[in-house]
């Protein structure tokens, strides 16, 4: 009878070690899955992170601004890869950071404890840096951002004085017309002879006066573009134009001639292309001696139309090339407003070119002539 119990309580211990060693397991299975578990979740945020790093490191890099922070001590913490271009060699602190007003900058910002904005003109050739330090966070750390701003000051500049010479342009015909005004109404309506010497004038300033303004508008409309939706046949156009300004020519002593050959269709323009045509004519008749000659010639070269405008004028000064499309810029002011000239017409050429997505450049010679040549894409195959 005792074996039989010993068996049996044998039997119930077995059976408790087998459930405590299976409750065991399960605990120790539960402890390692949540172990994993816990491994994943910080290699996860250790994955972020790093993805997080990169991101910041990529968009920083790709600025074209330059940023660098400085550190408490002024050490150098971090600098992006575009301040090199800006300030050449990073500096290693603060103390050593060249041009002397981005230093200035840093320290002015450490020390009031706010934003501080310098501009500073450096290199060869001239470029304008504008740096903006300010301070971040609470331990003395500054970040400074430099930006180069040289295209934004030229455009400030070409705005002011593209201001100053319309207003310049503008006032001269207005002052003449008001002096003729007040001269005939003080009586010199008396003299028929004296009258129409001033009507005459008169009319001149007052015609003057129109193709400014109208020149200024075609300009202002240009700058924001061509609306490119006719298909021109510039072979035509260029026949037309010459033909409107024979008579121009022939009242100077000036020959006028044109050659076309057969052309494919540009993608374009009609209005602004007749008057880019219109303009480097005009500007060829107006530079001519009585006795000389303008030709103009339309060919195909390629994918691309060419006209040519040459001249046997005056020619211009190989150190006003670079300038010459430039609004308002003139070689010879006093023969420009003796014919006529407002200053623009190669202005529009250039803004036409390029919107329909050509080129034009210019060879001259002093006292020998001038070539204009306009290049511009032809349009695709009609379907």
Not at 220 to 248: C, F, H, K, N, P
């Amino acid at each position: 009878m005792v074996p039989v119990a010993l068996g049996i309580v044998l039997a119930l211990v077995a059976c408790v070690a087998i459930g405590l060693a299976i409750r065991a397991r399960s605990d120790v299975d539960q402890h390692r899955a949540a172990a994993d578990q816990a491994v994943a979740a910080l290699e996860q945020q250790s994955r972020s992170s790093a993805d997080a790093q990169a991101v910041q490191t990529l968009v920083l890099a790709s600025m074209e601004e330059g940023v660098l922070l400085f550190g408490p001590d002024g050490a150098v913490v971090f600098a992006n890869d575009s301040l090199s271009k800006h300030v050449g060699d990073v500096p290693a602190s603060a103390d050593l950071l060249l041009p002397n007003a981005l230093r200035d900058a840093v320290r002015r910002a450490s020390s009031i404890g706010s934003t501080t904005i310098a501009e500073v003109e450096t290199g060869a050739p001239t470029r304008w840096l504008r740096a903006t330090a300010q301070p971040v966070g609470s331990e003395g750390t500054i970040l400074l951002v430099v930006r180069d701003v040289t295209e934004t000051r030229r455009l400030d500049a070409i705005r002011r004085d593209f201001v100053a010479n319309a207003s310049h342009e503008l006032k001269t015909p207005v002052a003449s017309i008001l002096a003729v005004a007040e001269t005939l109404g003080d009586g010199a309506l008396s003299d028929p002879a004296v009258a129409t010497r001033f009507i005459e004038q008169l009319e001149r300033d007052a015609d003057r006066l129109g193709r400014i303004v109208a020149d200024l508008l075609d300009l202002s409309r240009l700058e924001t573009g061509s609306e490119r939706i006719d298909r021109v046949a510039i072979d035509a156009m260029a026949e037309e134009e010459v033909a409107r300004r024979t008579e121009q020519a022939r009242k100077a002593g000036i020959s006028i001639a044109v050659h076309v050959d057969g052309v494919p269709a540009i993608r374009g323009s009609s209005r602004d292309l007749g008057l880019m045509l219109g303009n480097l004519i005009d500007n060829a008749i107006r530079y001519t001696q009585a006795g000389g000659s303008v030709k103009v010639e339309v060919r195909a070269d390629r994918e691309t139309v060419v006209v040519r405008v040459s001249d046997t004028g005056v020619g211009i000064p190989q150190r006003d090339v670079p300038r010459i499309f430039e609004r308002f810029y003139r070689v010879d002011q006093a023969r420009s407003r003796e014919t006529g000239g407002t200053g623009l017409g190669l202005s529009i050429v250039r803004h036409v070119t390029e919107n329909h997505g050509g080129e034009v450049t210019v060879e001259s010679e002093l006292g020998q002539g001038t070539v204009f040549e306009v290049r511009l894409p032809t349009a695709p195959a009609a379907p």
